[in-house]
């Protein structure tokens, strides 16, 4: 079963690509009705990206995607755009991730929208929002990274730059979008007013540094990358035992004899370099040594067993396969299947969010390009078969 905390809310989804389809499938698994737009010819660009491929259909495009419904019409042509006007008469939300002035020149602006339903919502998510000197830059997770200084501060001391594994820098943004249109309904329950969302993607990941730059804007220090170490916390980073990687974090001090014991140095746990976490921190370069050697003796698995039975935070650096064995993602529901119409059983991420009462997850698959274009059409709008045929006779749907 879905997460009904939004049931009723409706949504025209016009994103495409990541950075926003991810935002609109989370409110989707909140309950939403999310009714995706896409092009007649050839869709959501990411149907078409991999491998891999399962019949035909995109592993990319599936993992955005779930729990929503595919309209395929043609913005472009008049009678595609009245048949949007007449989904937002009936919906909560429009959401878009076009390059500024894209929704006007399709006569779908927010001053449109608005005069068509004044309680719309319309959510605009692009790379550099809708004002300021960059605002007409295209945008790419990659770039976005970059130029947030994220890329800056990944990776390990005097190694080329590398992007984060996960596409924060569209993530980002599409998670902002899902607050900012959650805090948006419920600000029109209280005022019966609609919003107009702005949401750029720099301004999310400049938002996301947090403490990295708050230290830059106190003491103007520019940082580079660390690796999997930690600016203030020692010890606080991965370490290779026999066979994987593992990281601890002793974060609080209270952890640091414990970790001491179990790493049978007990009398370092004392020693006046490593005492409290300001002295390892200055003594950074003679603990990390001692360290390595000793998580060198034993398993990864061994190591975390030791220290998680002694309260210290730890964890195996897992590969994908190995993530997907863990039993606390099968108690959670983090992975789920789906029936899909095309490639039949898959294996999908779950929704992260849970509510009272828990129950097992049950999702709807990525839909196909158009599978719900009459259904929409017929039973939301309320067109007759003939008016819907004559659409597709003219190539406004598919």
């Given at each position: 079963m879905l997460t009904q905390l939004l049931s009723g809310v409706r949504i025209v989804d016009l994103t495409q690509m990541l950075a926003g389809p991810y935002g609109s499938m989370l409110l989707a698994d909140l309950g939403a009705e999310v009714i995706k737009i896409e092009d007649p010819r050839g869709g959501d660009p990411t149907r078409r990206i991999g491998p891999p491929f399962v019949q035909g259909e995109s592993g990319y495009f599936m993992s955005v995607n779930r729990n929503k419904r595919s309209v395929a019409l043609d913005l472009r042509a008049e009678e595609g755009r009245r048949v949007l006007y007449d989904l937002v008469k009936v919906s909560d939300v429009v959401f878009n991730n076009f390059r500024p002035g894209t929704m006007e020149r399709l006569g779908c602006s927010h001053e449109t929208l608005r005069e068509i339903n004044p309680r719309i919502i319309y959510c605009s998510l692009t790379g550099f929002g809708e004002t300021g000197p960059y605002r007409d830059r295209p945008a790419f997770d990659l770039a976005i990274q970059a130029i947030s200084g994220a890329i800056s501060i990944t990776g390990e001391p005097g190694r080329p730059p590398v992007r984060m594994g996960v596409p924060m820098g569209d993530l980002g943004g599409s998670l902002f979008c899902a607050l900012a249109i959650s805090a948006a309904l419920y600000a029109r329950d209280k005022t019966g007013q609609g919003q107009y969302v702005d949401v750029g993607l720099m301004d999310c990941m400049v938002s996301l540094l947090t403490y990295v730059g708050q230290y830059h804007l106190i003491d103007g220090r520019v940082p580079g990358p660390v690796g999997s170490a930690h600016q203030s916390v020692v010890p606080y980073q991965a370490f290779a035992t026999k066979d994987i990687y593992i990281v601890v974090a002793v974060f609080v001090e209270k952890f640091w004899h414990a970790f001491c014991e179990v790493l049978g140095i007990d009398e370092l746990a004392d020693d006046p370099r490593?005492?409290?976490?300001?002295?390892?921190?200055?003594?950074?370069?003679?603990?990390?040594?001692?360290?390595?050697?000793?998580?060198?003796?034993?398993?990864?698995?061994?190591?975390?067993?030791?220290?998680?039975?002694?309260?210290?935070?730890?964890?195996?650096?897992?590969?994908l396969d190995r993530v997907f064995s863990e039993p606390q993602v099968a108690a959670r529901d983090m992975l789920v299947e789906t029936d899909h119409p095309r490639a039949g059983q898959i294996r999908s991420i779950g929704n992260p969010v849970k509510t009272s009462p828990f129950a097992e997850q049950r999702s709807a698959p990525a839909p196909l390009l158009g599978q719900h274009t009459d259904e929409v059409l017929r039973d939301i709008l309320g067109y007759a078969p003939r008016h819907i045929l004559g659409l597709r006779e003219e190539g406004v749907i598919l």
């Open positions: 490593f005492a409290d976490n300001d002295q390892r921190r200055e003594h950074r370069d003679e603990l990390t040594p001692i360290l390595e050697r000793i998580f060198l003796t034993r398993s990864g698995d061994e190591w975390v067993k030791l220290l998680s039975e002694a309260g210290v935070p730890c964890s195996p650096i897992n590969t």
